[in-house]
């Protein structure tokens, strides 16, 4: 071992320089390498620059591709672009870019326009994202903007600096704000909500037609949808429709205005919400029984939150909005049809959803306390489960994988790979390692098995970890390795989330907890 | 042997007589001139004794007359001691209203008097005392009532006005004329000060004194009776010094227009344009209604006002000597690139008719010499004497000068 | 034996779903229905209204920096020609051929300008109009939009960022270019160097020696001349003395044009409102709008 030290270490130093810098052969030098992991910038407002004065990209970083400059211009809104006319008015924005990034931007009034023609100066702050970045914060552009804003990256400059800086962006955000859902579930209600969710991901464009909380109402959406799927929802919440910023999802107060044109096109589909949002939405709103949209209904009328976030905390790649029905029958079939539901939800001052937990009900041993961060894998022991509902679970698990290997046949395997209707191995295999794909129903219902006791170990059960520490070899020596990575950097980072959450702070607030989520930890670093 | 007395005595006249003749008939003039500075000296010295520590009125009249007779230059050919000369050459001039000050109106005679005062009768109108409410109050006006409510909401005011006499019709490029040829440019005693070096700049397109649009110091021919154009705000107040008159007020124009009458103490009636409340292409020559040019000023005489006064719409936008912006005229505050004098009346060119009423207010830079902004002059009821009296009355105690008139006394 | 009678097809109307309409502008194909070109954003009223009359209209464009007066000079124009007959006069086509004029019209009476024309090609207004003159005898059909300036100065910078500007300049068949003249006149020669700018652009667009730009005509237009006199006594002069650039780039690219000069306030000032400092119009009397837009007319004709 100290031998590899020695040679890994500076190989290690070596591959990590090589990738941050490139050779410029026009120049003969080696260049800092446009880092993956930085945060673009660049301004759109109206101003008077050397080149021209009114709207225009009067700041930028260097880092941006050309191609996606040209989505900023084509993308940045101009004069009278608000719907809201006060000072206070403000869009948040999301939308992909041509080089596989995604813009995160904010759009505010800032004052009179420099020519001296009425109307407010339109000011937008646009985030050039990476994918692996978003990623980090769950594919939700709302929390990575108030980590931005956290870290003071995203202010008003009162004189336009010649060129902006990338940078980088620390933290992470949990899949499912469940504090958010929770005040949603008061306000418009779980029925709303869901009709909303499932409207959104029936529609080309989705206008969501409400006077106040827009932006609530669309983060909610976003946090209502796998993480996978975010970034196919592109959303403006506060400016004016446009054929040229073909947002998936526009808030609006209402219809009136000259924008309304562009509404009037077939594939606009219009969501009011308005009048008494406690009742029961219309009878052309609430969602199809089985459809995302009324899992995400049920889920917050019963308060199972903690399990939503949970389930969505699975990393799923590949998955699409097409997936969403069958990702929901599997949950339904997951769903514990035992655990009575806990009706009433709770808020405290943080305005957290506390939501017992049916871990917490069967096991007294772990103190797991529900706040808005934990991501407790909520699943009731399989071992007491009824036969008919395992079955039913393996069925809903096997269509959904059946259905993204379907979508992501050219690409490579994963390791949570789509079932097929065959038990047979692949004919042509000459290997055992061949012989086991993702095809194989004994390697679904492995990997489901490793599923529960990790979760269950992470929770803090004591036996799970037992049972984990034999299951695990077993599964490394049968299943290939490139099946399990994928699972295996799930359940890290699962792990490392739940011992940050036990220690955040001055004291240690679950030590057992703790301890135990590292003993996992390590175990899974051993295979 | 001796002369006899009565003899010498004789002898001494006839040579007196004679010397006298010869003197007389050498230099006559020199003798008239004589006369009258002796006639003048006596006659100051009389007042001097009479008057109740008035000592420098009557020294200025004389002086005024005698500044008056300099201002009486190449054309005059003249003596300047040529009283009736003087008085006819002002006539002429269109200057009856110097001739009719306190100060000056001892010098005529009766029938000059009458003339001068005809020639005001004829040339001007009179728009009297009381209240007029200022502002952008247009939509205010129902029916041409408005009440003090209403007028707080438009951020209207009451001014009161004094009495006074106003041009019935625009000063005319025939009237301004007389103004170049009289050497107005070069008296820079009737400028205001700070201006002078830019006097040197008012000149017409062949670089002589004049309005912007004249040639070698005269207008195109058939447009002696359209008013004059291109000419600055600085330009049009020297003329109403020249003339004996000042350019009138914001309050005072609106009031000639508009001819407000109280109702109670709390409304009044008051006309958007002088011949009523409702807009008639006919009487006023706007965008539209006329041939797209300035007209003479005696034309579209059905907009006249009540009290006489023409034109006081359309064709020519008229400068006042209030200032553009002052006050809370304007809904909101300005914020001028530079100091700006008010504009009233609309012009030939004139789009909208909201912008060619009385109470429409625009500004201008008062160097600005533009193609359709004239003027007109108006003067104070109580700077002039409109009836012949004695001349102890005619210089009582209690005239107050008016502004302008003092500084004009002054020089 | 044969029996006649009528039957009403349904499928007609999925008929004309099949049928691509060709955007007047770009060309782009869209469904019959289409309020605006899913490609440069155009109103299809153009092309409905285009496909009903015999002879095509004509398509010319105000095109300018941002802020030099192109709205409230089309909005003016308009409601001008409309207003008169003895000269020129103006009929428009279609309701939304009215929205210029009368934001324009409403804004001026109110003593303010109209607000900024925004970069969104789907915002802007666009005209359709036909034009008759006494001495003619046939009318002329006249299509123009009203621009954004900054839309303008994008496509020139970056290519396809607004196609529909690339598309209407090369189907135009003349252009009256405005240049502030308040800028000119106080030094800042921007104006100048877009105008070049933009003037190359156009002879690049089409460039052939006997249809290309250099044998278009092209209006140049001093803008705001209200506040420069001399600017109207002679606007070739002016040229000569304040643009000396851009008039030499005429003289050497183009064969057809002319300098003009136009003024629509009479003066102006700011004013401090709740939303900043706004720049409005004293009064307004229009001068020199029509003379630029009938010679571009006479040109066309020839």
Redesign the interface.
Known sequence: MPFLECIGVPLLEYKQWHTSYSYDTSKISWRPRRSNLLIEQAIFTSTETDRGSGYQLAATSPGIDAADLHDLRVWGPSHDSLVNAGGDAVSINFHPLSSGAYCVSKTTPAGSEYSGRSGQLIYTQCLVVPAEVLLRFSNNPFALLKAAFAQGSLCVHEQLPNQLAPFSLVGKAAAVDLSLLGQLVTEPGPQWLGALVERAISSTTIVLLAERGRERLIAGLMNALPVECRTAFSFSTGLKPSPRRPFRVIGLPDMAGDTSHALRRPDVNVFELSGNRSTVPPADAPPAEGSWGSLVARMLETSRLAYFSAQLAHARPGLQTDHLAALAEEFWARMPATTKPVTGVRTTKSSSVETPTPAAIHNSETSTKPHDTSEERVLDDPDTRPQSDQRRADAAHLRLWRAVAEAAAPRAASPHGGASTTTTADPQADSPSQALSWQCPQVVEKLEQLDDLVFEAIAGKPSALGRLRTLWPAVLAEIPRELLEESRAHYIRHALRVWQDCVDGDEIRNPALAVTAMEVVCLLFDG | MRVPKIRKRWAIVGASAAILAICAWIHLWFALGVIVVAGAAFVAKRYRIELRGGKAVAAQSASLLQSVAHAITPRSAADPTDTKGLVEEMLAQGRYALLLRKQVVSNLSDEQFERAREALSESMALVPEGEVALGPIDQALEDGKLDNEELALHEGKIVRVSALFLDRFPVTNLQFKEFVDGGGYEQMSIWDPHIWPAVLDFVDQTGAHGP?MWKHGRCEKGHEQHPVVGVSWYEAAAYARWVGKRLPTDAEWVKAGSWPVPLSPTSRMQRKYPWGDSMDRGRCNL??SGPGRVVAVTDYAQGVSVGGIRQLIGNV?EWTSTN??AGALHG??????SP?KS?RG??F????E??ASCHFQ????PV?????VGFRCAVSMCDLVLAQVSVTDAVGPAAELHEHDKQEVAA | MIKEGSVQLDSYRLAQYSVQVPCYICEGGNSFDAELCRHCFAPMALAHQANSQKIAPRIIAAIGASGVGKTVYLGMLMDILSRQSDRLQMLARGAFSITLQQITASALARNEFPHKTPNEPDRWNWVHSQVRSPAHRRPVDLIMPDLAGEALLEEIDHPHTYPVIRSLLSKCAGVLMLVDTVKLQSGIHDQDYFAMKLLTYLIELDNHPKHGWSQRPVGLVFSKADECEECFDDPVAYAKAHSAGLWQHCNEQFKRFQFFAAGVAGGCAYRNLPEGRVRVPLRIEPRGIIEPFEWLIDELRE
């Open positions: 912007r965008w539209g936008w553009f912006g909101g505050d300005f914020s001028l690139p700006m504009l609309g012009a060119d004139t789009y909208f909201n912008q625009s500004g201008e830079k600005a010499r533009k193609h359709n």
